[in-house]
Nanobody
Framework: RVQLVESGGGSVQAGGSLRLSCAAS????????MGWFRQAPGKEREGVAT????????AYSDSVKGRFTIAKDNAKNTLVLQMHNVKVEDSAVYYC????????????????????????WGQGTQVTVST
């Protein structure tokens, strides 16, 4: 069965960098996209960045564009989120996800689809940014 395990979260000062990883097992990169989501206390879960592993097509939320980079390491079956110039408002639990729907990421980036998509999810990793 598919398992997604995030790592790399922690505490960092504003302006610093952090690298999150998501190790995938029971799954071979296919045409489905993968993504990073986050959820802060009292807020809804939101998409942060998505990628179609085969084409390398990526998309980002406006709040992280230019600061975060999503990438995949096909050899290691690992999804990465490189975070630079982090802000206090980036503090949240970050989740790796593999949506069931093959075109979810298109709907998210093009149509602004919101909410938590049905799919496989990791357990999350906490990111805390302090001043």
């Amino acid at each position: 069965r598919v398992q997604l395990v995030e790592s790399g979260g922690g505490s960092v000062q504003a302006g610093g960098s952090l690298r999150l990883s998501c190790a995938a097992s029971g799954y071979t990169y296919s045409t489905n996209c993968m993504g990073w989501f986050r959820q802060a206390p009292g807020k809804e879960r939101e998409g942060v960045a998505t990628i179609y592993p085969r084409s390398g097509t990526t998309a980002y939320s406006d709040s992280v564009k230019g600061r975060f980079t999503i990438a995949k390491d096909n050899a290691k079956n690992t999804l990465v989120l490189q975070m630079h110039n982090v802000k206090v408002e980036d503090s949240a639990v970050y989740y790796c996800a593999l949506p069931y729907s093959g075109d979810y990421c298109v709907r998210w980036s093009r149509d602004g689809e919101k909410g938590r998509p049905d799919g496989w999810w990791g357990q999350g990793t906490q990111v805390t940014v302090s001043t």
